[in-house]
């Protein structure tokens, strides 16, 4: 079963609107962290944003949120009022408390592309 | 401070050709990655290593050997290239701590796109 699930291979936004992009996950474990990477055109891998299972609140880091549903096993990112330069690939990850270096699963990605 | 550093960029390899992915880390951090990344599949981690002195399987993991060689430096060697070995590769880094409950970024490097023909 795939640990984590990104259903959008792609999603076109609007410039100022707000757009959110799914993840759901699958983990027994009680303690994980979700993380979302931003990938632009030019390859790097860029931090976006953190959820940690035990957290209470949403994540938040200036015009992306993570809204965390725990029961449905989803944490969607909303990027709010788009920019041109958004448009990227988007990673959900999970981090497992179980396992020496506790590596991150990738999802598949959702292509982002916001529209002038 | 440079971050997570890959060499090199690029490369073209023939069909059971060798080479070795340059990775180092100036963050003193503990665990190293190495991640392919292939078109619809996102990342698959293909060796890590905890700490200094160990190395361990990821998800992909045949073809590939990895060194440690200090805390800083880790290396992917490809023994003898084939064309399914065509991707990006990314190397990246974090500090592993023993709390279940804290949390640490994992940076990345740069990339290398290895094209095996």
């Known amino acids: 079963a795939q640990k984590i699930t990104q259903t959008q291979p792609g999603m076109f936004v609007q410039e100022k609107e707000a757009v959110t992009l799914d993840c759901t996950y699958d983990t027994s474990d009680q303690s994980y962290g979700l993380f979302w990477y931003k990938q632009p055109s030019s390859g790097e891998m860029i931090f976006l944003i953190y959820?940690?299972?035990?957290?209470?609140q949403n994540a938040t880091e200036g015009r992306y949120s993570l809204n965390f549903q725990k029961a449905r096993k989803s944490a969607n990112l909303v990027i709010s009022a788009s920019q041109l330069g958004d448009s990227a690939m988007y990673f959900c990850a999970m981090r497992e408390s179980s396992g020496s270096a506790r590596q991150l699963t990738f999802g598949s990605g959702t292509q982002l592309t916001v529209l002038p | 401070n440079a971050g997570v550093t890959q060499t090199p960029k690029f490369q073209v390899l023939k069909t059971g050709q060798s080479m070795t992915l340059q990775c180092a880390q100036d963050?003193?951090?503990?665990?190293m990655y190495w991640y392919r990344q292939d078109p619809g599949m996102g990342l698959r981690l293909i060796y890590y290593s905890a700490s200094e002195g160990t190395t361990d399987k990821g998800e992909v993991p045949n073809g590939y050997n990895v060194s440690r060689l200090n805390k800083r430096e880790f290396s992917l060697r490809l023994e003898s290239a084939a064309p399914s070995q065509t991707s990006v590769y990314f190397c990246?880094?974090?500090?592993?701590?023993?709390?279940?409950?804290?949390?640490?970024?994992?940076?990345f490097g740069p990339g290398t796109r290895l094209t095996v023909l």
């Open positions: 990246a880094s974090k500090w592993t701590s023993g709390s279940l409950f804290s949390y640490n970024e994992q940076f």
């Open positions: 963050m003193n951090h503990n665990s």
């Open positions: 959820q940690g299972s035990y957290d209470e």
